[in-house]
């Protein structure tokens, strides 16, 4: 169909206004946070309703186009952009209402397009906490947070995005509304199909609205920049802190000090926030239900210290502190762009392993390219670390992204040697599609693609993610 034919059904289907197909209006929705990838789509289209969304879906069925779901574009492994240039993406933005919120109940229906800032700040004027937290929150959106089933900084107290939804809206691949916005916490009415749709990268439908759980907002926090000498010792010192805290530690993250050598070397924190120097530092951070007693972090630190597994700790005495300490463990992938190339790895293993796998991930690396700078952080609490490497000072960008495949390899062997994943939080998208066929159990893949095939069997809903386009 010439592109004018296809602007005009598109614009009867969802109105003029909401269809973009000129090159310059497309980029933005394209282009996504990494430029990994570079392709163009047949057009935009982003509907008012979820009655056009239906229409369109249900057109698109009909004459076999692909579509490609899309939300605040922050996805960091190419879901929510073309594959190849045939498709058409569906933006929901438009579909960011609030439907419904009961505070004392715990829960909030909200329409897929509203962003996660936006949802902190609705339960937060009714003096609830929704609370999953990623530095993209500024532009992501509830329908992307799920579809990927984001995890981010507090999954260790509150769970990830699948464990925060109670129900979804859904608009099949074949047009039809699926209502599952339920606030309901016992439901076993037969299989759960609200887990199949979080997490399922847009390959089975779109999502419009979701049921979200709150929490009560703390009264506040307690906040520590903690030396450990290893992730061996900030491994024991997660269980010394968690067995005195429980899930009132909702953050506890690790961080290198390469890392933030960089980020006071680019100027992104003003001052080192280390008590004193160290190779390795955690960031924990406890949050104090109301009417919870004040110093309990500290206290805990204080019997670490004691044992020996810590070698110093900076508290943050303030809220500006606070936000200090965060932004150098939120840049903490930003600013290795400013060094240089950077090859990245979102994997998670037992967390008994994390130290095996710093160890042994670092060594493999440096065998293979020597000079070369890892930058392992994040999500410890979680098992959960973005294995990142710097390119040796100095080094040609381009030479060193070419090496990026055995490092790759090396890691993810040494990842899944421990019995860990190849994605933690970040999805599969097109990046990982190869490397799911060959890590997934065979069965467990079998059955995955048998569950597309049935909700899907013309492969209009985001073909070539997740599963290989010529799988
Ligand atoms: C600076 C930065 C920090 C980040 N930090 C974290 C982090 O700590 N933890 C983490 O988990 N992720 C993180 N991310 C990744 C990303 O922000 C999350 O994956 C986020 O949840 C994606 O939301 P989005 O609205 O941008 O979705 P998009 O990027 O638009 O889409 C993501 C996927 O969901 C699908 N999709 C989108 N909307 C729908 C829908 N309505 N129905 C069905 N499918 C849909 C898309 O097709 C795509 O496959 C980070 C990204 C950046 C840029």
Redesign the pocket.
């Known amino acids: 169909m010439p592109n004018s034919d296809l602007v005009n059904v598109l614009t009867a289907l969802v109105g003029t206004q909401n269809v973009v197909a000129s090159h310059d209006h497309m980029a933005p929705f394209l282009s996504e946070?990494r430029h990994r990838f570079h392709q163009t789509a047949k057009a935009i289209v982003s509907p008012r309703s979820v009655e056009d969304l239906q229409a369109l879906v249900q057109w698109a069925n009909a004459v076999r186009q692909p579509l490609?779901?899309?939300?605040?574009?922050?996805?960091?492994v190419g879901?929510?952009v073309p594959l190849t240039g045939n498709e058409i993406v569906v933006s929901?933005r438009h579909l960011d209402g609030v439907m419904a919120l009961d505070a004392g109940a715990g829960h909030m229906s909200v329409g897929?397009g509203l962003t996660l800032q936006k949802a902190h700040e609705v339960a937060e004027e009714a003096g609830a906490l929704f609370p999953l937290t990623?530095?993209?929150q500024g532009?992501?959106?509830i329908?992307?947070?799920l579809?990927?089933n984001?995890?981010?900084?507090q999954v260790l107290s509150y769970g990830n995005a699948r464990e925060l939804c109670l129900g979804v809206d859904v608009v099949l691949p074949n047009g039809n509304l699926m209502h599952g916005l339920n606030s309901l916490r016992k439901n076993n009415t037969g299989y759960d199909l609200k887990d199949l749709f979080v997490g399922?990268?847009?390959t089975l439908?779109?999502?419009?609205a979701a049921t979200l759980k709150l929490f009560p907002r703390p009264e506040g926090y307690e906040t520590a920049f903690i030396s450990v000498a290893g992730p061996d010792a900030a491994y024991e010192l997660f269980g010394h802190i968690r067995d005195r805290l429980g899930t009132s530690l909702t953050a506890f993250e690790l961080m290198p000090r390469f890392g933030i050598d960089m980020l006071l070397k680019h100027g992104v924190i003003g001052r080192d926030p280390a008590a004193s120097p160290s190779p390795w530092y955690v960031l924990a951070e406890l949050s104090r239900p109301r009417g919870g007693r004040e110093g309990r972090l500290v206290e805990s630190l204080e019997t670490g210290l004691g044992t020996g597994l810590i070698a110093d700790a900076a508290i943050a005495q303030s809220e500006g502190d606070r936000q200090g300490l965060w932004r150098a463990r939120e840049s903490m992938?930003?600013v290795q762009s400013r060094e240089g190339a950077s090859i990245k790895h979102d994997v998670s293993v037992p967390l008994a392993a994390v130290p095996a796998l710093v160890a042994e991930g670092i060594a493999a690396a440096k065998r293979l390219v020597p000079g070369i700078r890892p930058c392992p952080f994040g999500h410890m609490g979680d098992g959960n670390l973005h294995f990142n490497f710097s390119q040796p000072e100095g080094a040609d960008p381009k030479a060193f992204m070419a090496g990026a495949e055995p490092i790759h390899a090396a890691i993810y062997e040494i990842v899944t040697g421990l019995g860990g994943s190849v994605s933690a939080?970040?999805?599969i998208?097109q990046l990982k599609t190869h490397l799911l066929r060959r890590v997934k159990d065979p069965v467990a893949y079998a059955a995955m693609k048998q569950i597309k095939s049935a909700l899907d069997p013309h492969n209009i809903m985001?073909p070539g993610?997740i599963f290989d386009a010529d799988d």
């Open positions: 946070p490609v779901p899309q939300s605040g574009n922050t996805g960091l879901g929510q929901i897929a990623i530095a993209s532009s992501a959106m329908g992307g947070v579809s990927s984001a995890g981010g900084v399922a990268e847009g439908g779109i999502i419009t992938s930003d939080e970040h999805g998208g985001n993610k």
